[in-house]
């Protein structure tokens, strides 16, 4: 061996054992002082969405000196699932559907909020069908930081307003909307593509229609995998979507599958109206065309119509679940923060959401008030059924909805398809 | 001091450390033996840190996804299941059309990357611009799949037919009344499988025409003149002398692409995600694992791409070998 390498070797081995002495000093603190803490949280927000939250926990950051390190992803499923099996999870974090939230509450890895929150207040101010969802086994595991109502049909005002008089059942929607057409090409905006989870919009559409077709029990047993695809009572929400909304959207189903779900409403506000119709949630007031619109004057909404009416009144939501998976101090006092009125109104007020907190009043414009209004006051609420679904029937279900805009499977073929898919998602 | 920062020391120096500590350790032990039994323990003691390194990162890795490529779904607690998880992969239809795919891939992402790496290399051989024109193909191999991915979003982009067409294909075609096109949203005769594979072509030409050309440039060009001066044609020339010399290298790049062919992902996934009949089998890896938590599935189509490739690597590597004996 060389003299040189002899004489490294020592001092190198000095600079290691120094290096590591280094980093034993830094681990000490206060439990209750949350001073110089962070709390890692993981979701699903970017751009707009990210800014927003991060609006949220600053006065939470002012108030206790600890800091969040949000990390935005589109693919949380993979985050969690890898996090899961690995050990290493975030602190809190947005969950995909209730359906995880069960999983991971069952494995023991998501910590409960019974003894977090406080809780008196939180289900007094909490919307109940919402605080509901959060629910796994009689103990709450998850919140929801901001919440949607899907299913809310969008038109420019411009075009033709139906303020006055909303369509309330599907035929009546069906026939004012060829009557009220205009200059419009087409009745339906449709946008389906959302990289790695397109498809999704086509899904929320078949939910709305089976659920004012077959009502909510129905609906709860198809997405809990008791009823077949195939059944006459969800193929006849897939036919209906062929022939209603594909048949009469702007472009054709090849359209909407090269359109982005974000920029599906942009024909609306295009001079001339290239379709006069968009089917989708309470959010997508802050996108595309819709964010340099004024909400009220420019574009207005009106609740999707009841189709049969014994179901009449039934909503559909989502939102954003949050669990916690580390029971720090920080973590603790940070979800306890998220889900007060105080923490609620910064988002509600910069728009684009709607707050399962009751007490949060602070929405920014009449649109988002009135969609405020038909969350609380749902009178059968139900969570988004694919995204209630086990991850691979739901992966499957957007790949479907993908293939049957497209045309290029028909409605028997995508629901034999999911038929299978099915019988493989829920044995486990 | 930032953690990070302590790691990173950590890391650079000691990993370094370590390893000279071992030498040199070793090196003390050697020198305690006799000398018959040095030339015997030597090598291992030497090769030891890089066969712990190759066991532990690959051999063990393989040899578990193989084992849990039996056994069932739940990660949790796994139980055995027999050849199940293989049996599903033969008989879905998903998994198949994968498959099939990269069979697609296989031929025709090869046969032109190689095909026209060897005719521009062969074609700007004797040109004044040469170096220009191979930097300029050589170009897109520099951009990463995701980047080359959005790109080409661009390049494909549809819009109805009536209004403007911004993506740049469908802008041409439209020129002369054609189209439009949804280049990524046409699963029939699995148009859009074609239209991913071109991206790829473009950006995996360069390389092979690289190679190429630099055994090109080794071929003696006293062997090319003394074919001349017999009366050979150019076309001749290629044939007879220039193809065969080129042969070897030929055969290594074409399977370096047929590799990378099998192993194709991240355009498929920020393209279609596997939509429009454009999946192939590593994408459905990544979607039984990450998405579905089926660690079965995932391992067992991880081992039927292992099985698929190992005999192109066999054969790569024997022809390396063969080379190198040669020289």
Redesign the interface.
Known sequence: ?SLW??R??PL??V??VA??C??TN?SSGDDSDLHGKTVNVIGTWGGDEQTAFLKMVEPWEKQTGAKVKYTGTR?I??VL??GV?SGVLPDLAGLPGPGQLAEYAK?GKLKPLDNVLDIKTYQSETAPALAQLGKSDGKVYGVFIKAAVKGLIWYNTKVHDYGANPPKTWTDLMSQASANQGAAKDVWCLGVES??S??WPGTDWIEDLVLRTAGPQVYTNWYEGKVKWTDPAIKKAFQMYVTDVVGKS???G??A??TNFGNAGDPMFANPP?CELLHQASFITTFSQFKSHTAGTDYNFFPFPDIDPQYAGAVEGAGDLFGMFHDTPAAKSLMKYLVTADAQDIWVKIGGALSANEDAIDYPDEVSKQSAAILAHAKSFVFDASDSM???MN?AFW?AM??LT?G?KTVDQVLS?LDRAQKD?YT? | MDTRLVTAIEVVVGVPVVLIGYIWASERLVALLNARWRRVIRPWLWLAPALAFLGFFLIYPTVLTAIRSLQSKDSLNPKFVGLANYKWFFTNGDALGALFNNVLWLVFFTGFTVGMGLLVAVLVDRVRFEAWAKSIIFLPLAISMVAAGVIWKFMYDYRPAGSAQTGTLNALIGNVGLGPIGWLQSPGFRLSTFAIIAIMVWMWTGFAMVIISAALKGIDAELLEAARMDGASEWQVFRRITLPLLGPTLTVVSTTMIITSLKTFDIVYTLTNGNYNTDVVANLMIKEMFTFGDFGRASAVAVILLLAILPIMGFNIRKFRSQESMS
Do not use: F
Request: glycine share 14%.
């Open positions: 061996m390498l002899r490294l070797a190198a081995v600079v290691v290096a590591g280094v980093s830094s693919d499923n993979t699932t890898t099996a494995a990289g790695a397109s498809g702007y472009g054709g090849k359209n599958v090269a290239g086990p991850t691979a992966d790949s993908v293939a497209n290029s398809d998602a486990s």
